[in-house]
C-alpha cells in the first residue's frame, strides 16, 4: 500500500477525526520577526511580544512532526512591496501607532519583504523546497497562489499554527473553510497578544459541531502514527 493509504487518527474538539499525512498540508501563518521579537512591529502598537513566545516551540514541534511524515509545508509571511503598492491606505493609515507599515523600524522597514524584521524568526525557517507565500493581506487566500498550490498536491486537510490567533491564523482558517478544507488549529502552536483573544478563537471555531473546523493539543499530533486505512479502521 502507498502513503496515500495512511490515515491518522487523533481527539481534538468538538469531535476526534482522521487524516491522510499525504493529503495534508501544515501551515504556518506568519511567525515573523516583526511580530514575535521586541521592537519589532507588534511591540510598537503597544503589545506585550512575550505573549507570542511560547508558540514558537510549540510551532516547531510541529513542523519537525509534519516533516516526518513527509507533509507539504507552508509558511505564511504577512509583506508588502517596497513602493507600498499592495498596501491600501486604510491598512496603513489605521489607528495611531509609533510606527507605520513602510516606516523604518529596529529590524528594517516594517511588514516590507527583504526585510530583516518581515522575516521569519529563526527557530521557524523555512527548509529548503517549503513553500513560503508572501501575503498582502491577514488571510493567506487573498492575492496569493495558496490556493493553487493546495490544489496541485490534492490537499483536502489543513493543520493550522501561528500568530496571531484571532487575526491572521483565524482569517485563513475561515477563507480555508469556505474553500471546503478541513481545519485543524493546534492550540499550543498559536498566541495571541490578548490571551482572551485566542481562548475566544478556539471556542470559535469549533462551536457548532466545528462550524470553522477543529481544535486540538499538540500533545495529540505528536502522538499520532500513520496506520494503513485498514487497519485504522479497525482500530489496531
Not at 143 to 168: D, P, R, S, Y
Amino acid at each position: 500500500m502507498s502513503a496515500m493509504d495512511k490515515t491518522c487518527f487523533i481527539e481534538a474538539l468538538p469531535y476526534p477525526l482522521q487524516f491522510a499525512p499525504a493529503r495534508t498540508a501544515v501551515i504556518m501563518i506568519d511567525m515573523q520577526r516583526d511580530f514575535i521579537l521586541p521592537g519589532g512591529f507588534g511591540d510598537t502598537l503597544g503589545n506585550d511580544v512575550a505573549h507570542l513566545l511560547p508558540a514558537v516551540g510549540a510551532a516547531h514541534q510541529l513542523l519537525d512532526w509534519c516533516r516526518a511524515q513527509n507533509m507539504l509545508v507552508v509558511h505564511t509571511k504577512e509583506a508588502h512591496a517596497a513602493d507600498l503598492s499592495d498596501c491600501p491606505l486604510a491598512k496603513r493609515h489605521r489607528g495611531a501607532p509609533k510606527l507605520r507599515i513602510g516606516d523604518q523600524g529596529a529590524m528594517g522597514r516594517i511588514l516590507i519583504n527583504g526585510e530583516f524584521g518581515t522575516d521569519f524568526v529563526e527557530e521557524l525557517t523555512p527548509l529548503p523546497g517549503e513553500i513560503v507565500i508572501t501575503k498582502p493581506g491577514k488571510g493567506a487566500f487573498y492575492a496569493t497562489e495558496l490556493g493553487q498550490i493546495l490544489k496541485n498536491h490534492g490537499i483536502t486537510h489543513l493543520l493550522f499554527g501561528g500568530v496571531t490567533t484571532e487575526v491572521c491564523v483565524q482569517t485563513t482558517m475561515r477563507e480555508a473553510n469556505d474553500r471546503g478544507y478541513e481545519c485543524v488549529l493546534i492550540e499550543e502552536a498559536t498566541e495571541s497578544y490578548f490571551p482572551h483573544f485566542k481562548q475566544a478563537t478556539l471556542e470559535m471555531i469549533r462551536a457548532q459541531e466545528g462550524i470553522v473546523g477543529w481544535t486540538a493539543s499538540l500533545k495529540s499530533i505528536l502522538t499520532a502514527t500513520p496506520q494503513h486505512h485498514e487497519e485504522s479502521k479497525n482500530g489496531s
